[in-house]
């Protein structure tokens, strides 16, 4: 779905956007919407899997060619409807899918995702999807998260990160050389070792655990690709002339000041660039787990939070009593 088309998707139903999703509440079901080829509906429910279920609710979504993706534990994916039985907006069939599941006889899961306890009074992005909470949870939560956020911010320490992260992209080099050296075999993929051993050495140095690790791991990656070359360039001199490691070694200042040898290993190396970014990739999804990852995802999801149950019902109950 176009990213306009989303958006509007979003304001018919009272959704808040979050990156590539919509999360909110749709006639009582706490939901989120990724947007993606079929944009997926997840759900979290009060049953696990039950195939009866997923059959009595998939004849009903079939009249606009949706189904049930998947339902793995109290998660549960809802397909959008084909193109071709849609029988109305996008808007609607969300509804009616949320419909379809209490018909069936389901419910939201009103447990709360921190304390296990019910009378949940928020719903709010969690790391399993939107769903109840209760508030002062959610709020606890974020309290503990910056906390950890914050004596990392005091003793951690950018000298020291760089260091480890350097050592780290050294230690990620070695798959790659060794399998070089003992197999005469590439693999590509071994390049992404470089950035994600940056980032457990910034990690394991205590380095600040900020967007400086990610920053820390993308220089290393690209370090570690013209480093591992010129591991290449001193073993093949040492091979072919049958130099001693100091004797290779001694050319390698030459080859640095030969701007061509720089070009030359910059335009070989596209392929190992493209699998040390596959690396930061992975690196940034660890980072975004660490404290200071944390507390953002904290502040996100009480930003994100609406009342639910007992609040949502707080401001009726006030105006009844008002009359």
């Known amino acids: 779905m176009k990213t306009n088309e989303f958006s509007l998707l979003g304001t018919e139903l009272g959704l808040t956007a979050y990156g590539a999703t919509l999360c909110g509440v749709v006639d009582g079901w706490p939901l989120t919407l990724w947007n993606n080829n079929v944009n997926h509906v997840h759900l979290i429910v009060d049953r696990k899997r039950d195939s009866a279920l997923v059959k ?124 070089v050296v003992y197999l005469e075999m590439e693999y590509s993929i071994l390049f992404a070792l470089i950035p994600i051993c940056a980032y457990f050495g910034y990690k394991l140095f205590r380095g600040k655990m900020n967007k400086a690790a990610l920053i820390v791991s993308i220089l290393m990656a690209v370090l570690g690709v013209f480093i591992l070359n010129f591991e290449y360039i001193v073993f093949s001199i040492m091979r072919e002339y049958g130099f001693s490691f100091s004797e290779a070694l001694s050319f390698v200042p030459d080859l640095l000041r030969d701007g061509e040898i720089w070009a030359a290993i910059a335009a070989d190396s596209l392929q190992e660039f493209f699998f040390s970014a596959l690396g930061v990739v992975i690196a940034w999804g660890l980072i975004s787990r660490t404290a200071s990852g944390a507390a953002a995802n904290a502040d996100a999801a009480l930003r994100l939070a609406q009342p639910y149950g007992q609040r949502a019902a707080a401001p009726a109950a006030d105006q009844a009593g008002a009359e």
């Not at 719903?123 to 914050?150: F, I, M, S, W």
């Open 56 to 179: 009595q609710i998939n004849a009903v979504l079939k009249t606009w060619g949706g189904k049930i993706n998947s339902w793995v534990g109290n998660m549960l994916v809802i397909t959008a409807a084909s193109k071709k039985k849609a029988q109305g907006s996008a808007s609607t069939y969300i509804q009616f899918c949320v419909y379809a599941l209490g018909h069936a006889g389901l419910h939201p899961l009103e447990t709360c995702p921190y304390c296990g306890g019910g009378n949940c009074d928020a719903a709010a992005l969690t790391g399993k999807g939107y769903r109840p909470v209760h508030y002062r949870c959610l709020q606890a939560e974020a309290g503990k998260a910056h906390n950890k956020a914050d004596i990392n911010r005091e003793n951690g320490s950018y000298l020291l990160g760089v260091l480890g992260a350097l050592i780290g992209m050294l230690v990620g080099t070695i798959p790659t050389f060794l399998t």
